[in-house]
């Protein structure tokens, strides 16, 4: 049997003594969309800087393995050599150069016109502008999921901001992670839209820094549903840290 594409074991991460992620376990296969729920406060964000190797996220226990590859002994530009990329939370980072050139730096190919219909932005009026401070946060954060596209990640970690729905309606955003298996990628789908979610093969639900709950979409959905706190306090979910 094959190993999976990422596989993260009791990966543990803690700040000025608060345990934000507590022995964290979940495999992703390749091809994969693999949805994370979680209350606000749960550690989804925390989760996914660790695997970016941002600065000022260093695990404290646990191991990660990608692509058969220690990815926590990686500086944050050799993960992204491997083939992983975080998108959403932070908007496009290169200023004074072309939408076009930004889509096309680096990459291989892929159709910059193609790539911004499908964020819901119009070629004509945007390609050819310049990524800097005249676009809005929004236009950025499409702009950046356009880009990730045009990467061809073996895995992207779309990690929706809390006002993700009005960047982008709900059908784009499936057609986007559609997209992206479409082209080989996996995507770990960090959300607290159920209707997002249910297009995912797998999903998980995170409390308290710990998946409580893997299975099909439907079921850990239920289950997120049915939780009473808003942000986490990690036993409405069920989970007993000790």
Known sequence: MASPLLRIHNLTFAVEGRTILDRLNLAIEPCEIHALLGANGSGKT??????????????????VIFAGIDLLTLPIHERAKLGLTLAWQEPARFEGITVREYL???????????????????????????????????????????SVLAMKPKLAILDEPAAGID????????????????????????????????????????CNGHIVCTGSPSLVIERFRGRTCVRCDGEACGYDRT
Not at 46 to 63: D, H, I, K, Q, S
């Open 46 to 63: 925390t989760l996914a800087y660790l695997l970016m190797g941002c600065e000022g996220y260093r695990p404290t226990g646990g191991t």
């Open 104 to 146: 096309t730096l680096g990459h291989a190919g892929g159709d910059p016109e193609w790539l911004l219909k499908l964020v819901g932005l119009d070629p004509d009026r945007y390609v050819d502008r310049l990524v800097d401070k005249t676009l809005s946060g929004g236009e950025r954060h499409r702009i950046e999921l356009a």
């Open 167 to 206: 960047m982008l309606s709900i059908h784009q955003i499936i057609e986007v992670i559609r997209a992206l298996k479409a082209q080989g990628s996996a995507v770990l789908l960090i959300t607290h839209q159920e209707e997002v979610a249910t297009i995912a093969d797998a999903a998980s639900q995170l």
